[in-house]
């Protein structure tokens, strides 16, 4: 099965500051990468497809990029609701898997 | 709107087996495939089965392969998983989930199954 392994595991920063998440897959995925956010007591939601595609609804501060191993998130200014964790998952092969989750927290 | 309502979940002995049910509505339930995703509480996603639209396909992740069945009934709107011979470490909140193309793009609020004697 492909690993995704994310990094950092949390990530310390102040509202309008810029969040740089990572996602490394163990084998190429192309660009089968998922993104989601999720917030406490909440079930995750969509943020990106394919790597770079936003998904409807979701503010243009947020972006991915990346293709084959190595995918980033990056939001460009954090606002208060941008708080939580985010998970990476691939739909390249099966079995689905999920990368472990970084936390963005207030620092 | 989309609303996937899970529910089944409680409290069973190792060893034992649940049915877990999820109601889904405000979209057209046939044609899409649907996943169940788990989750332990303060802890990470873990991917868990997916079935086709048609309930052609299914996957399953290692750790429940042989133990696990999920189906669905589109007459009801409704996905199913079937869970045999739970352990200790299959404790957790399991979300159902519609797929887009590959990706999840609506997520019900989970039911948890705690595994514990």
């Known amino acids: 099965e492909i690993v995704l392994t994310q990094s950092p595991a949390t990530l310390s920063l102040s509202p309008g500051e810029r969040a740089t998440l990572s996602c490394r897959a163990s084998q190429s995925v192309s660009t089968y990468l998922v993104w989601y956010q999720q917030k406490p007591g909440q079930a995750p939601r969509l943020l990106i497809y394919?790597?770079?595609n936003r998904a409807t609804g979701i503010p243009a501060r947020f972006s991915g990029s990346g293709s084959g191993t190595d995918f980033t998130l990056t939001i460009s200014s954090l606002e208060p609701e941008d708080f939580a964790v985010y998970f990476c998952q691939q739909r390249s092969n099966w079995p689905r898997t999920f990368g472990q989750g970084t936390k963005v927290e207030i620092k | 709107q989309v609303q996937l309502v899970e529910s089944g979940g409680g409290v069973v002995q190792p060893g034992g087996s649940l049915r877990l049910s999820c109601a889904a509505s405000g979209f057209t339930f046939s044609s899409y495939g649907m996943h169940w995703v788990r989750q332990v509480p303060g802890k990470g996603l873990e991917w868990v089965a997916f079935i086709r639209y048609d309930g052609s396909s299914k996957f399953y992740a290692d750790s429940v392969k042989g133990r696990f069945t999920i189906s669905r009934d589109n007459s009801k709107n409704t996905l199913y998983l079937q869970m045999n011979s739970l352990r200790a470490e299959d404790t957790a909140v399991f979300y159902c989930?519609?797929?887009?193309?590959?990706?999840?793009?609506?997520w019900g609020q989970g039911t948890l199954v705690t595994v514990s004697s």
């Open positions: 394919d790597a770079s």
């Open positions: 989930a519609k797929d887009l193309l590959g990706k999840i793009d609506y």
